[in-house]
């Protein structure tokens, strides 16, 4: 076989693989992206019944701080629930602000079915109860997401003028966490957005993340617009970064709040 001819066979098997890479990622990515799990809540949690726009009905927590002048949405990683990330919003709200947290369509007790579109209408409906219902300003909104949910709060930072963003573990882009070149039908494509998003960022990442490499978060971070801060916290994995990282969290979440608008 001649050197043309090798060649000719790698190109061709190279756009072969490209393909059947991009057609399984189009129709597989639901299954692969989501891990919902459906659990009763903690009957000392107040919740709160959302509807989406599709009709579904999807539950949320509002933990409202008596002096705080910012409110964060904070939308959760894959395989999390209210319950779970109960905790987080608690440290949330010490820290000084008002939290609002909720559940994608098929996550805890809301129905329907998680995808793409659906998380973003997720967390359009949260938005819209605190913008429409509790008469809170989009400036006083900070959104806040962790790895899954990172994608969603930065999908809404790019389309309304929030007071902030803070991403833990975010990715690129859902594709490139398993295949770090560009596909096809990607999904939650958080680098094409990062050029709309101008409000103050805040980027936390773990160094041994062994879900969402650390490289994605230092990309995410050097691909945005400033005014931006980051947080690289040595030895943390995807899922202990504030209790690896103790009181440096805390440090990083005050820092940011005095770059918020005043």
Request: glycine share 6%; proline share 5%.
């Given at each position: 076989?001649?050197?043309?001819?090798?060649?000719?066979?790698?190109?061709?098997?190279?756009?072969?693989?490209?393909?059947?890479?991009?057609?399984?990622?189009?129709?597989?990515?639901?299954?692969?992206?989501?891990?919902?799990?459906?659990?009763?809540?903690?009957?000392?949690?107040?919740?709160?019944?959302?509807?989406?726009?599709?009709?579904?009905?999807?539950?949320?927590?509002?933990?409202?701080?008596?002096?705080?002048?910012?409110?964060?949405?904070?939308?959760?990683?894959?395989?999390?629930?209210?319950?779970?990330?109960?905790?987080?919003?608690?440290?949330?709200?010490?820290?000084?602000?008002?939290?609002?947290?909720?559940?994608?369509?098929?996550?805890?007790?809301?129905?329907?079915?998680?995808?793409?579109?659906?998380?973003?209408?997720?967390?359009?409906?949260?938005?819209?109860?605190?913008?429409?219902?509790?008469?809170?300003?989009?400036?006083?909104?900070?959104?806040?997401?962790?790895?899954?949910?990172?994608?969603?709060?930065?999908?809404?930072?790019?389309?309304?003028?929030?007071?902030?963003?803070?991403?833990?573990?975010?990715?690129?882009?859902?594709?490139?966490?398993?295949?770090?070149?560009?596909?096809?039908?990607?999904?939650?494509?958080?680098?094409?957005?990062?050029?709309?998003?101008?409000?103050?960022?805040?980027?936390?990442?773990?160094?041994?993340?062994?879900?969402?490499p650390f490289s994605h978060g230092?990309?995410?971070?050097?691909?945005?617009?400033s005014p931006k801060m980051h947080?690289?916290?040595?030895?943390?994995?995807?899922?202990?970064?504030?209790?690896?990282?103790?009181?440096?969290?805390?440090?990083?979440?005050?820092?940011?709040?005095?770059?918020?608008?005043?």
């Amino acid at each position: 076989m001649t050197v043309k001819n090798v060649l000719g066979f790698l190109l061709s098997f190279t756009v072969v693989f490209y393909v059947a890479l991009t057609l399984f990622g189009y129709f597989c990515a639901d299954k692969l992206l989501f891990h919902p799990h459906t659990v009763a809540y903690d009957t000392l949690m107040p919740v709160i019944k959302l509807k989406t726009a599709d009709g579904e009905i999807i539950s949320a927590v509002y933990l409202p701080g008596l002096t705080a002048k910012y409110t964060v949405i904070y939308s959760h990683g894959n395989a999390e629930d209210l319950n779970s990330i109960f905790p987080a919003l608690l440290a949330l709200r010490r820290a000084g602000f008002s939290v609002f947290a909720y559940d994608y369509h098929g996550y805890g007790e809301s129905t329907g079915h998680p995808s793409e579109a659906n998380t973003y209408a997720d967390i359009n409906a949260a938005y819209a109860y605190l913008t429409e219902t509790q008469h809170i300003p989009s400036n006083r909104i900070v959104a806040y997401g962790r790895s899954l949910g990172a994608a969603v709060s930065a999908d809404l930072a790019s389309r309304h003028n929030l007071a902030g963003l803070v991403l833990e573990s975010p990715f690129l882009s859902a594709y490139q966490v398993v295949v770090p070149i560009p596909l096809l039908f990607d999904r939650f494509t958080t680098d094409a957005k990062l050029g709309r998003i101008t409000c103050p960022l805040l980027v936390l990442h773990g160094s041994l993340d062994d879900v969402v490499p650390f490289s994605h978060g230092k990309a995410v971070y050097e691909k945005a617009n400033s005014p931006k801060m980051h947080l690289w916290v040595e030895g943390a994995h995807h899922n202990d970064l504030p209790q690896v990282a103790g009181k440096h969290y805390a440090e990083a979440i005050n820092a940011f709040k005095e770059t918020l608008p005043q």
